[in-house]
């Protein structure tokens, strides 16, 4: 099930590549190729923040967990079951983000290296 999720992003991904290109392929004026690749620049700029602001306030929250927990065993109070429960769930959902996250980020590098490839070459 876990590769699945994977291979799905891949085929998204592959997809939003095709598409693009097709974007490409239907344009020959040099002014619409500009006004195409910046916008394909500010869709991936768009997307990384989000991905990256995603994933970077899920670490954050899981290393907040764990501080907190340490706290918590120098006051000597020690944490409920749920606590652990959903401290361990923060730790999974972080572990199995990070593929996705480096696969997406690995298309959006070819996305954005397309469209400067197109940008630079109608100037």
Same mark, same amino acid.
């Given at each position: 099930?876990?590769?699945?999720?994977?291979?799905?992003?891949?085929?998204?991904?592959?997809?939003?590549?095709?598409?693009?290109?097709?974007?490409?392929?239907?344009?020959?004026?040099?002014?619409?190729?500009?006004? #195409?690749?910046?916008?394909?620049?500010?869709?991936?700029?768009?997307?990384?923040?989000? @991905?990256?602001?995603?994933?970077?306030?899920?670490?954050?929250?899981?290393?907040?967990?764990?501080?907190?927990?340490?706290?918590?065993?120098?006051?000597? &109070?020690?944490?409920? &079951?749920?606590? &652990?429960?959903?401290?361990?769930?923060?730790? #999974? @959902?972080?572990?199995? =983000? @990070?593929?996705?996250?480096?696969?997406?980020?690995?298309?959006?590098?070819?996305?954005?290296?397309?469209?400067?490839? =197109?940008?630079?070459?109608?100037?």
């Amino acid at each position: 099930m876990k590769m699945a999720g994977y291979l799905w992003q891949i085929v998204k991904n592959i997809l939003i590549v095709l598409i693009i290109i097709g974007i490409y392929d239907s344009i020959y004026d040099s002014f619409e190729i500009i006004v #195409v690749s910046l916008l394909i620049v500010i869709y991936c700029d768009i997307r990384g923040f989000l @991905m990256l602001y995603g994933i970077t306030n899920l670490s954050f929250i899981v290393w907040l967990s764990e501080e907190f927990k340490k706290v918590r065993v120098l006051l000597k &109070e020690i944490p409920n &079951e749920y606590e &652990e429960d959903e401290r361990q769930r923060l730790k #999974v @959902m972080n572990q199995k =983000n @990070m593929p996705k996250f480096y696969i997406n980020v690995g298309f959006l590098l070819l996305i954005f290296l397309i469209a400067i490839v =197109n940008l630079l070459g109608a100037l």
